[in-house]
């Protein structure tokens, strides 16, 4: 029998080389399950294919909700693209570990993050994972890593419905709902109906839909422009009869600021996305108050 204390993990045993491996498989567990419990809500970002600005509206979602007070946390949980450190400024930062576990690292006050981009010796290194690999990656960034009390954790999921949105719904257990990001096109709104389908499947309340790039305002005319289409977002929504959480035009300084570490909400707050993005924040708000007093 070994000597490891109650609620401690294996990794932070005393006689840890002594641990049965179900001995470890349940201090793990009991780790993971301290750790939940000082995380009221959580808030997956999800979308049916790449490139429609999942994580732009994760990283504003996410510093929104901290801008009100709230304490955040943002899991980057894109295994093999995680690129939130870059859109933060934070892409030269590098995890600590302590013996009470991984020190997140903060953004401003109020919101930490944590990206699997913080553990690599090169942006160009890329990850050659299987799924066994990503998943345990993904239970030590909610385990091991000290989150503290945390009003939101906000899980940036890579595009599709594969390993990483798997093991996040696994590990977090009763996720409170899933933003879905589309753009307007219907190439995109096919896979984010695959997207809201996905939640259903695993009891995951889905919170509703975004339409990303719906519309560009020419900055010399001033006539709006549908690069790619507008409204199917909202269509899409109506038909699988999820809430419509808002249209974000396109905007330059959305890439521009992103590329520079300045999330938009902050480098813009008065600008119509920012506002529209805000907006999205207050209705995630709303929706996991009115699921509480349910």
């Known amino acids: 029998m070994s000597d490891c204390a109650d609620g401690a993990s294996c990794s932070s045993c005393g006689s840890a080389e002594s641990c049965s491996a179900e001995e470890k498989q349940r201090h793990e567990e009991e780790q993971l399950q301290e750790r939940l419990s000082h995380i009221k809500h959580s808030i997956v970002v999800m979308s049916g294919k790449g490139g429609v600005g999942k994580s732009t509206v994760a990283v504003n979602l996410a510093v929104s909700l901290a801008q009100q007070g709230l304490k955040v946390g943002l899991l980057d949980a894109d295994i093999h693209g995680p690129n939130l450190p870059k859109m933060l400024g934070l892409e030269k930062s590098r995890l600590q570990a302590t013996e009470g576990g991984i020190v997140p690292m903060e953004f401003i006050p109020g919101l930490s993050v944590v990206s699997m981009a913080f553990l690599l010796e090169s942006v160009d290194n890329p990850v050659v994972w299987r799924g066994p690999l990503k998943h345990t990656v993904i239970r030590q960034f909610v385990a091991d890593v000290q989150w503290g009390e945390l009003d939101y954790l906000v899980v940036d999921l890579p595009p599709g419905t594969g390993d990483e949105p798997l093991s996040v719904a696994q590990v977090l257990k009763a996720v409170d709902g899933s933003v879905i990001v589309t753009t307007p096109q219907e190439v995109a709104l096919l896979d984010s109906r695959k997207s809201v389908v996905f939640s259903q499947q695993l009891e995951i309340p ?13 900055p010399h005319c001033g006539k709006e422009i549908d690069l790619f289409k507008k409204g199917g977002g909202e269509i899409a929504a109506r038909e699988l009869d999820v809430p419509f959480l808002g249209r974000v035009p396109i905007d330059p300084q959305i890439v521009v600021n992103g590329d520079a570490g300045k999330p938009y909400v902050i480098a813009f707050p008065e600008s119509q996305a920012a506002k529209n ?9 709303l929706f996991v108050e009115k699921k509480d007093t349910k």
């Not at 509703?208 to 790039?213: A, L, R």
Request: net charge neutral; aromatic share 0%; glycine share 10%.
């Open 206 to 218: 889905v919170i509703g839909i975004v339409e990303n790039m719906s519309g560009l305002v020419c």
């Open 277 to 285: 993005l805000k907006q999205v924040a207050d209705k995630c708000l």
